[in-house]
């Protein structure tokens, strides 16, 4: 897509869609959610969250994020199976109602980032056993790790992601039993593997992203977005191969402007340009096609309508599935 038709896109981006015989929808960062039964519908809108903060709208986001999600469940359904049903929409999926677990899965493949949590902020003050888990020394920011590790984080509201765990403290502390803890390992670092197999195809490198699971009939299933510019970092291979420089194909590219002007989550954000909110969503869409190796196109139509009328559309599917 040219940057014009997606300048053009910014004033009919989707803040949120309400349909009016189901009421408000139940509402996160960057996704609604209408319950009918033992499933869920969701709606993924063009809201874009950082610094536990909802900072605008970018153009097309959800349209991305909902399919590439979708995608990628498709990619790893022989590792895991997930709580997808169907897609009837650009920005819309059906999923089945699963218990969430109550830990959040990191899988870093590098030792990079910024926040208090990241891998490499811990080793710059000196901890060689982040999460329990050995590192060599002489590790440089951006550096390849020997092997992808896994660092959980327990899993709560604004703020209620950094208390870092080990898999000692998941097990000894009761939140999960043993058998399931290794078993989401097993299953994560899998996907991680299958993750930056596919990245590498499409010029791209999974740096690190953030698995969620959950149970549903006692059996564990992946659960949330998987692989989207939202919930793991990208960048191109080529300029990292080149002379090691991160050029980031997802949500940390907004992330680092808002840090070089000082801001990380306190007092009032600076306004998000809408030339910087184009480049977000070019980034997005790029990374989908290289990911996926289709061209990116729009949904037709007015967005708002759209949504409704495939949300209507599943209620009545969903309730008549249900009458049998």
Same mark, same amino acid.
């Given at each position: 897509?040219?940057?014009?038709?997606?300048?053009?896109?910014?004033? @009919?981006?989707?803040?949120?869609?309400?349909? #009016?015989?189901?009421?408000? &929808?139940? =509402?996160?960062?960057?996704?609604?959610?209408?319950?009918?039964?033992? @499933?869920?519908?969701?709606?993924?809108?063009?809201?874009?969250?950082?610094? $536990?903060?909802?900072? !605008?709208?970018?153009?097309?986001?959800?349209?991305?994020? +909902?399919?590439?999600?979708? /995608? /990628?469940?498709?990619?790893?359904?022989?590792?895991?199976?997930?709580?997808?049903?169907?897609?009837?929409?650009? +920005?819309?999926?059906?999923?089945?109602?699963?218990?969430?677990?109550?830990?959040?899965?990191?899988? =870093?493949?590098?030792?990079?980032?910024?926040?208090?949590?990241?891998?490499?902020?811990?080793?710059?003050?000196?901890?060689?056993?982040?999460? !329990?888990?050995?590192? #060599?020394?002489?590790?440089?920011?951006?550096?390849?790790? &020997?092997?992808?590790?896994?660092?959980?984080?327990?899993?709560?509201? #604004?703020?209620?992601h950094d208390?870092?765990?080990?898999?000692?403290? *998941?097990?000894?502390?009761? *939140?999960? &039993?043993?058998?399931?803890?290794?078993?989401?390992?097993?299953?994560?670092?899998?996907?991680?593997?299958? !993750?930056? @197999?596919?990245?590498?195809e499409g010029?791209?490198?999974?740096?690190?992203?953030?698995?969620?699971?959950?149970l549903i $009939?006692?059996?564990?299933?992946?659960? $949330?977005?998987?692989?989207?510019?939202?919930?793991? =970092?990208?960048?191109?291979?080529?300029?990292?191969?080149?002379?090691? %420089?991160?050029?980031?194909?997802?949500?940390?590219?907004?992330?680092?402007?808002?840090?070089?002007?000082?801001?990380?989550?306190?007092?009032? &954000?600076?306004?998000?340009?809408?030339?910087?909110?184009?480049?977000?969503?070019?980034?997005?869409?790029?990374?989908?096609?290289?990911?996926?190796?289709? %061209?990116?196109?729009?949904?037709?139509?007015?967005?708002?309508?759209?949504?409704?009328?495939?949300?209507?559309?599943?209620?009545?599917?969903? =309730?008549?599935?249900?009458?049998?």
């Amino acid at each position: 897509m040219t940057r014009e038709a997606i300048l053009s896109a910014i004033p @009919h981006a989707v803040s949120g869609v309400e349909v #009016p015989e189901l009421g408000p &929808p139940v =509402r996160g960062k960057v996704r609604d959610a209408y319950e009918v039964g033992n @499933h869920l519908i969701l709606i993924t809108t063009d809201r874009i969250s950082a610094f $536990d903060r909802v900072l !605008g709208l970018i153009p097309f986001k959800g349209q991305v994020l +909902n399919q590439l999600s979708a /995608w /990628w469940f498709e990619q790893t359904r022989d590792i895991i199976q997930n709580h997808l049903v169907r897609v009837p929409d650009a +920005n819309v999926q059906t999923v089945k109602k699963a218990r969430a677990l109550p830990v959040e899965v990191i899988v =870093r493949g590098y030792i990079t980032g910024s926040t208090k949590t990241s891998l490499w902020y811990l080793y710059q003050q000196g901890e060689r056993r982040p999460y !329990g888990i050995p590192l #060599p020394e002489g590790l440089e920011k951006n550096d390849p790790l &020997p092997s992808p590790i896994i660092t959980p984080t327990t899993k709560g509201g #604004p703020g209620g992601h950094d208390e870092r765990l080990t898999r000692d403290e *998941i097990i000894e502390r009761g *939140i999960l &039993p043993k058998t399931l803890w290794e078993e989401i390992e097993t299953r994560a670092l899998a996907l991680f593997s299958r !993750g930056q @197999h596919l990245a590498r195809e499409g010029g791209l490198i999974l740096v690190d992203t953030k698995y969620e699971f959950g149970l549903i $009939d006692g059996d564990l299933v992946l659960i $949330d977005e998987i692989h989207t510019p939202d919930s793991s =970092r990208f960048w191109l291979a080529e300029p990292y191969e080149r002379d090691k %420089t991160p050029v980031p194909m997802d949500k940390e590219f907004l992330r680092l402007w808002y840090a070089e002007r000082g801001y990380r989550g306190d007092g009032e &954000p600076p306004t998000l340009p809408e030339t910087l909110a184009a480049e977000v969503a070019e980034r997005y869409i790029e990374t989908y096609e290289r990911l996926t190796g289709k %061209t990116f196109a729009p949904a037709a139509g007015p967005a708002h309508e759209r949504i409704v009328t495939a949300v209507q559309n599943e209620v009545k599917r969903l =309730r008549e599935e249900d009458r049998g």
